[in-house]
């Protein structure tokens, strides 16, 4: 007898082979979608970090330079002081110390303004280099050094090299750690010495004004607005780190040892040959881990020596890869709710899927390439518009990340051109739309007036009153001045105490001497601040293009004289440069 197959077991039809294939298929897909995207968006936060990290270096660059330039005005403006030229050339006799004790003043009024820096000198140029008036800063407190305690500063290159400029020329010292004696908040600290040389007549210095700048409190000062977790570096054109988060790799050449940037970074070899001017790179940190970091090459002192040094951010890599866990979970929980559709629809409907499930891994595709957000079925009821819904939801998210990204990057550019107390344009900007104002001039036939205003009795408001009415003061003061002017033009606030108003487009001096006397007479009421009423006035200095100047810093430094002059004869009032306009205007003006 034969026997016949056996045809009551169980057989799987097509239709279950294409479900179970098409079900495999959209699980893969579902997840390989959800990887791809989750991937390539921490590649763009990433991609976008090192890009926020470079413009944070570059702004805090242009932060260091513009510092820089304060402290050399500040040295210009004290060589320019005839006190200065006056005890450079005779310090001998009585009238000669009654001057150094009025310089001795001012370097004092200098330091309690700038906590960053810790010493101002008068140098002679004969007797050996001789300091001639000394203000050193003590911890809290200011001290004249007078009499045996002054030194001999002869041998010191930020003396003999400063000497051997010319009038206006400013000479940067490398920055190392000061041996200096005598500098007692300063001693055994990263330092650099600015120095411009004092003319006793054209063409011959009788002296020296140096200001010794405390190089980590002024990092302190600039890196205030920054994250939490950014790190700073600073070396020398040779790689010597000079900044570092950890305080025993900086100035090894000082210790007898050279800790080079090039041996942590070995990408930063190129911006010390020559061959690259910035970077963003991945290093591991010491603590381990991995670190983002971005380096820029910035020009240091004069420009025909050619130095340079290497500023520095790093970030650690965790802290930008911690707004993706949220579009991790988004993600996973995307791709489960992809999977379990995509089984139960094949059951149902093989042939169906293929076509939707294909049109979101295009969409994916494309907003992983070009962030394009494609049409998606949103509208609808079932499974797939649950898809398209979730699919949407984390384009959102990853927009909303990258947004804020964009905004931290908008705010700190701001920061840089701004005045952090009122908000007012700070010297940047004032010299990028001076300079704009002064191209629009020569092209239109118009005349710029520079307003230099200096408050008159504001420091000792500041001083009896404290500093946190002081900084009131400041900003009321900035408040009335915005309200004077035109919205076209621009009132910005240099620090301290000085603020400058830039008018463009007037056609008569007048115009400008009535806004003048506008502000004086508004600085003659008083101001009700904390339940004090304050009283003070200002004094004002006006600069005229072209007649006064023919670029942005001639007509800054003339509108500065002539507030001086204004200053020293009382103040509360206004002073042209030309002394004939201002008495011109002066008689046809009310007072």
């Known amino acids: 007898m034969t026997r016949q197959p056996n045809s009551s077991g169980i057989r799987f039809g097509i239709g279950f082979k294409l479900g179970v294939i098409l079900a495999t298929f959209g699980v893969l897909a579902s997840g390989l979608t959800g990887y791809y995207s989750y991937s390539a968006s921490r590649g763009l936060l990433v991609k976008s970090a090192e890009m926020g990290l470079l413009t944070s270096t570059q702004v805090l660059g242009r932060r260091l330079?513009?510092?820089?330039?304060?402290?050399?005005?500040?040295?210009?403006?004290?060589?320019?002081?005839?006190?200065?030229?006056?005890?450079?050339?005779?310090?001998?006799?009585?009238?000669?110390?009654?001057?150094?004790?009025?310089?001795?003043?001012?370097?004092?009024?200098?330091?309690?303004?700038?906590?960053?820096?810790?010493?101002?000198?008068?140098?002679?140029?004969?007797?050996?280099?001789?300091?001639?008036?000394?203000?050193?800063?003590?911890r809290d407190k200011l001290k004249r050094v007078i009499g045996a305690d002054l030194q001999e500063k002869g041998y010191y290159p930020y003396v003999f090299q400063g000497l051997r400029r010319e009038k206006g020329q400013v000479y940067l010292s490398q920055i190392i750690i000061n041996h200096e004696q005598g500098a007692h908040s300063g001693l055994d600290k990263p330092t650099l010495q600015v120095s411009t040389p004092v003319e006793s007549e054209p063409g011959r210095n009788a002296g020296l004004i140096v200001i010794n700048v405390d190089l980590n409190g002024l990092f302190a000062l600039l890196k205030t607005d920054l994250p939490d977790d950014f790190r700073v570096y600073l070396t020398n054109e040779g790689g010597d780190f000079l900044i570092h988060p950890d305080a025993s790799q900086t100035f090894g050449f000082d210790r007898g040892r050279r800790i080079l940037a090039q041996d942590a970074f070995a990408s930063i070899g190129d911006?010390?040959?020559?061959?690259?001017?910035?970077?963003?790179?991945?290093?591991?940190?010491?603590?381990?881990?991995?670190?983002?970091?971005?380096?820029?090459?910035?020009?240091?002192?004069?420009?025909?020596?050619?130095?340079?040094?290497?500023?520095?951010?790093?970030?650690?890599?965790?802290?930008?890869?911690?707004?993706?866990?949220?579009?991790?979970?988004?993600?996973?929980?995307?791709?489960?709710?992809?999977?379990?559709?995509?089984?139960?629809?094949?059951v149902l409907v093989a042939r169906a899927l293929t076509g939707p499930l294909n049109a979101m891994v295009g969409a994916a595709r494309r907003y992983s390439d070009d962030q394009t957000i494609s049409e998606l079925p949103v509208t609808r009821n079932d499974e797939l518009g649950l898809l398209a819904r979730s699919f949407r939801e984390m384009q959102d998210r990853i927009n909303a990340h990258i947004s804020q990204l964009h905004e931290s990057q908008r705010d700190i550019v701001h920061l840089a051109r701004h005045d952090a107390l009122t908000g007012l344009a700070n010297r940047l900007l004032l010299h990028d739309r001076l300079e704009h104002a002064i191209a629009g001039s020569q092209r239109a036939g118009r005349k710029?007036?520079?307003?230099?205003?200096?408050?008159?009795?504001?420091?000792?408001?500041?001083?009896?009153?404290?500093?946190?009415?002081?900084?009131?003061?400041?900003?009321?003061?900035?408040?009335?001045?915005?309200?004077?002017?035109?919205?076209?033009?621009?009132?910005?606030?240099?620090?301290?105490?000085e603020?400058?108003?830039?008018?463009?487009?007037?056609?008569?001096?007048?115009?400008?001497?009535?806004?003048?006397?506008?502000?004086?007479?508004?600085?003659?009421?008083?101001?009700?601040?904390?339940?004090?009423?304050?009283?003070?006035?200002?004094?004002i200095g006006i600069g005229m293009y072209p007649e006064d100047g023919n670029n942005a810093s001639a007509l800054l430094d003339k509108a500065d004289m002539a507030m001086y002059r204004a200053k020293k004869i009382g103040g509360d009032t206004y002073r042209f440069c030309s002394s004939a306009v201002t008495e011109e205007l002066r008689t046809n003006l009310p007072s």
């Open 65 to 138: 330079s513009i510092a820089l330039g304060e402290v050399a005005e500040d040295a210009r403006l004290l060589a320019n002081l005839d006190l200065s030229a006056q005890v450079a050339r005779d310090t001998a006799g009585t009238q000669a110390e009654a001057r150094k004790a009025q310089i001795a003043d001012t370097f004092a009024s200098l330091l309690a303004v700038h906590p960053e820096y810790f010493q101002a000198r008068l140098i002679g140029a004969r007797e050996n280099r001789m300091e001639l008036v000394r203000v050193d800063r003590d």
């Open 499 to 539: 603020f400058v108003i830039l008018i463009e487009s007037f056609e008569d001096p007048r115009q400008v001497g009535l806004i003048a006397q506008k502000v004086v007479d508004s600085f003659r009421l008083p101001l009700k601040i904390s339940g004090h009423e304050i009283r003070m006035g200002a004094s």
């Open 271 to 346: 911006i010390v040959q020559g061959r690259a001017d910035s970077m963003v790179i991945r290093a591991t940190a010491e603590q381990g881990g991995e670190n983002l970091a971005a380096f820029v090459k910035l020009a240091f002192g004069d420009p025909h020596e050619n130095r340079f040094v290497i500023l520095g951010l790093s970030q650690p890599v965790r802290n930008v890869l911690l707004a993706t866990r949220e579009l991790a979970v988004a993600t996973l929980q995307m791709v489960a709710v992809f999977s379990v559709l995509a089984i139960i629809l094949a």
């Open 448 to 497: 710029v007036a520079l307003i230099f205003i200096d408050l008159d009795r504001f420091k000792p408001i500041n001083d009896t009153l404290g500093h946190a009415v002081g900084d009131e003061v400041l900003k009321a003061v900035a408040h009335r001045l915005k309200n004077m002017v035109r919205e076209a033009d621009t009132v910005a606030r240099l620090g301290g105490d």
